[in-house]
């Protein structure tokens, strides 16, 4: 079971972004620099996510070998960036925390990345991954197949923005659900 205790624990056992980075092989770590340094928030995006006002965690399974997680989660740091008061993202690799990794499978497998939304008491909001719409779609439009991009590989800007632009709507989804729950709401005065 995914309790708030659970995620409480694997949370503070979590890196943080540059911390995760760095554990990697020197060359994964360059595929992680390189592709932070395509990926920019639009003033809209940013103007949003600077707007939030619920506290959330973002607990993420992965792997600094990943290629889609070298693609995706330096876009999970500049959302955090935006807003770092009330978002906070945390990294761990999945074959380390083979506990969460087995409570968090997509589809049957041990996929990555897999973001775990949480609300400021840990309570599950919404797993999301392996891969957003526009990563799907781009891939499908491509190829159908098992193979996994590698790290480092170029990705056109128009399929980098569409793949921010889901992250960017995940997290604002999650927001919204902590801004509309009862029980923050009610713990909040608003």
């Not at 876009?75 to 761990?92: F, G, Q, S, T």
């Amino acid at each position: 079971m995914l309790t708030p205790g659970f995620l409480e624990t694997k949370f503070n056992a979590a890196f943080a972004y540059d911390e995760y980075v760095g554990t990697g092989k020197p060359e994964h770590q360059k595929a992680w620099r390189d592709f932070h340094g395509t990926v920019a928030l639009t003033d809209a995006q940013r103007a949003l996510i600077a707007g939030f006002t619920r506290d959330m965690r973002v607990l993420v399974s992965s792997g600094t070998w990943c290629g889609d997680c070298v693609q995706q989660l330096p876009m999970l740091d500049h959302i955090e960036r935006a807003n770092p008061e009330k978002i906070r993202v945390r990294y761990l690799d999945r074959d380390s925390h083979i506990d969460l990794a087995e409570r968090i499978k997509l589809c049957g497998g041990l996929r990555i990345p897999v973001a775990v939304f949480l609300n400021e008491d840990f309570d599950l909001i919404s797993l999301f991954g392996d891969r957003t719409l526009a990563r799907y779609r781009a891939l499908a439009a491509g190829r159908l197949g098992a193979a996994c991009p590698l790290p480092g590989a170029p990705v056109p800007p128009d399929e980098v923005a569409a793949t921010l632009a889901d992250w960017v709507d995940e997290t604002e989804r999650c927001q919204l659900i902590c801004r509309l729950s009862t029980k923050l709401r009610e713990r909040h005065g608003d």
